[in-house]
């Protein structure tokens, strides 16, 4: 049977076939399944500020992958209280498109901060916002690796890590604060990749991380909300 294809606004419709296709916002839908598409990559785009260019990022598309998951929040049982508030942070809906959509704000958020900020401190000891950035992107790595072994049924116990001996030693300071913006990019890319191909039997596996029984899904959901935990820090301790 033969398909007629037509174009309207940023919508792609095959007419004729059993399945329509289109694209929102660097995303493709299929109807049936779901895929994604995106692609993080650089750009030089102006970041004033004593002259310098910094880099800055861009979305693009690239290859999808299709996955059938229904997403829901997880129970908290057993949760510290820490982590049951940043799954509360976490809004009801599709995780991989709230991922995508922190992504933007944190990206909207880091292009916005002037450089007198990045080295401030609203107390003694307490980190800066590079130092911020970085952390959340360790996090991400360190969560989205507990997922991937968890998922892949491995019942290794993973071991903890100390958050504040990790910012010691980033060297955030020392960086270009557009870089590390870029870097975490780079991190969530790949941890929207690894929630992308989940199924929802193997987010519903358990593992042991930091001496507690956790499963992905909740791991998941933590990432994200550990995220917007520290967007709102950084908005009313550092910019407001």
């Not at 500020?49 to 800055?56: A, E, L, R, V």
């Not at 509360?88 to 933007?104: A, H, N, R, S």
């Not at 002037?114 to 970085?134: C, H, M, Q, T």
Request: hydrophobic share 40%; net charge positive.
């Amino acid at each position: 049977m033969g398909c007629a294809i037509c174009v309207v606004g940023c919508r792609l419709y095959i007419v004729g076939c059993r399945v329509a296709l289109y694209v929102v916002h660097c995303r493709l839908y299929v109807v049936g399944l779901r895929c994604t598409m995106y692609n993080i990559s650089s750009s030089t785009i102006l970041y004033a500020s004593g002259g310098i260019q910094k880099k800055w990022i861009t979305l693009r598309k690239i290859n999808f992958v299709i996955m059938h998951i229904t997403w829901h929040k997880p129970e908290t049982n057993g949760l510290t209280t820490y982590q049951k508030t940043y799954v509360d942070y976490v809004p009801d809906g599709d995780l991989v498109k709230i991922m995508e959509d922190q992504l933007l704000v944190i990206l909207n958020l880091a292009r916005g901060i002037d450089e007198a900020k990045l080295n401030y401190r609203y107390a003694a000891g307490k980190w800066s916002i590079p130092e911020l950035f970085v952390h959340i992107a360790d996090a991400e790595r360190i969560f989205t690796y507990r997922i991937l072994r968890i998922m892949r049924g491995d019942k290794t116990p993973l071991a903890g890590f100390e958050e504040d001996d990790y910012v010691k030693e980033c060297g955030a300071q020392e960086r270009n604060f557009a870089a590390i913006a870029e870097e975490f990019v780079q991190v969530r890319k790949s941890s929207i990749c690894l929630l992308s191909s989940a199924t929802n039997e193997q987010l519903e596996r358990t593992g042991i991380a930091n001496n507690m029984e956790v499963s992905a899904l909740q791991l998941a959901y933590i990432l994200v909300g550990h995220a917007m935990h520290h967007l709102r820090v950084i908005r009313e301790r550092y910019l407001s």
